[in-house]
């Protein structure tokens, strides 16, 4: 190798300060560097195989020094590499020179392997040379492919998941409903057949039924929230709000809400969905209060340059902030149904709804004075989806 250094005109020591460039010196730097080094001649016949280079390919130097350095490509660089130096000779027309790529190598024992490959030219004397640098990257290639497997195998499994909660909870839909209506029938058309016990074995089935029904209602919507991002349009966020309002009004009526909404702007997005998750952060805002409290709930937003950021402010019970990352997971409540009815799906929901339309929800909160949800919603959604 000593032989390369001398040709390419480094055998000498100069004078510098440091590290002193000698053929003995550069000699060292080759046989320590990680990466494989292989200098190639004009013609492609190889000049110096470091000992990386052996490591990675399985050949001694003298095996290879003096013989084209296609004898370490497979097909097609195998064939083609001698046309691509000529044509790079000629026109410098570079497809992997001073710009590195990566490529298969083939091992000594015939193993094709993924590999880093980085060309440069030097001129030594009036010849031209090239310095490759070659890293074998078959484990990391192994671990990217693992990976992606284990994601396209995740990605299956929950579409399998929501497809699966999707049915169950469509099918679970009409038996519940039959519970619930001949519960209710029985209650006030045949209760006085039966005694106090009957009368609260009764009262206990209709209200699991309630509790079942709100349960599957919800799953239904959970399962069915990832697939609607088609339907993105621009529409009238106040318009929108209203009618998210007016859905809960007998909640509002009942609980003497008092609402100070905002004049919304026009938004673009999903404006059923949004519609559900401002109907759905409202109505926590309003159910999680303390008892004899008059909700009092705010509704504001932020233009951004990128994305609105709306908010629902309470003041309410507040929520402890060990919960806070938990409230967002399907069927966590920090309430039971007897305290304050709910699925446990309702901020799932509005996480499902703000994630497809680009955006993320939070909450900040002080326990006994009250609770904001902030939700953003990304003013390129439509771009975001299309390129995902
Ligand atoms: P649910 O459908 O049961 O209301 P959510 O997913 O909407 O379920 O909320 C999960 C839990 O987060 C609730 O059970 C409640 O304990 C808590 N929570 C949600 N919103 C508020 C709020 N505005 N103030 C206090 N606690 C809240």
Known sequence: MACIFASLGLGKNK??????????????????????????????TIQMFNPAATRIFGYQPNEVVGRNVNMLMPEPYHKEHDGYLKNYLTTNDAKVIGIGREVFGQRKDGNVFPMELGVNEMQVKDKRMFVGTVRDISQRKAADTERENMTT??????????????????????????????????????????????????????????????????????????????????????????????????????????????????????????????QNLVTNAIKYQPKNNRPLIHIDYEDRPAEWCLSVKD??????????????????????????????????????????????????????????????????????????
């Open 15 to 44: 004078k510098s300060s440091g590290f002193q460039s000698s053929g003995a010196d550069l000699q060292a730097v080759m046989n320590t560097v990680l990466d494989g080094l292989i200098i190639i001649d004009e013609s492609g």
């Open 153 to 278: 195998k995740l990605l299956e499994s929950n579409t399998e998941l929501e497809r699966f909660a999707y049915i169950a909870s469509h099918d679970m839909q009409e038996p519940i409903r039959m519970i619930t209506s001949f519960g209710e029938i029985l209650m006030t058309d045949y209760s006085q057949a039966l005694d106090d016990t009957g009368k609260e074995y009764l009262r206990l089935v209709v209200d699991s039924g309630a509790r079942m029904r709100a349960m599957v209602e919800d799953l239904l919507a959970y399962s069915r929230m990832g697939n609607e991002g088609a339907n993105f349009a621009a529409f009238d966020g106040e318009k929108i709000l209203g009618g998210a309002l007016e859905n809960i009004q007998e909640l509002i009526k009942e609980r003497k809400a008092e609402i100070t909404p905002a004049t919304l702007p026009m938004l673009h997005g999903n404006p059923v969905q949004i519609m559900r998750l401002l």
């Open 315 to 388: 003041n309410g019970q507040g929520i402890d902030a060990q919960f806070i990352d938990q409230i967002f997971m399907p069927f966590r409540r920090l309430h039971t149904w007897e305290q304050v009815r709910g699925s446990g799906l309702g901020l799932p929901i509005c996480k499902k709804i703000v994630e497809n339309h680009g955006g993320k929800i939070w909450v900040k909160s002080t326990v006994g004075q009250g609770s904001t949800f902030y939700f953003t919603i990304s003013k390129n959604v439509q771009k975001t989806l299309e390129a995902s």
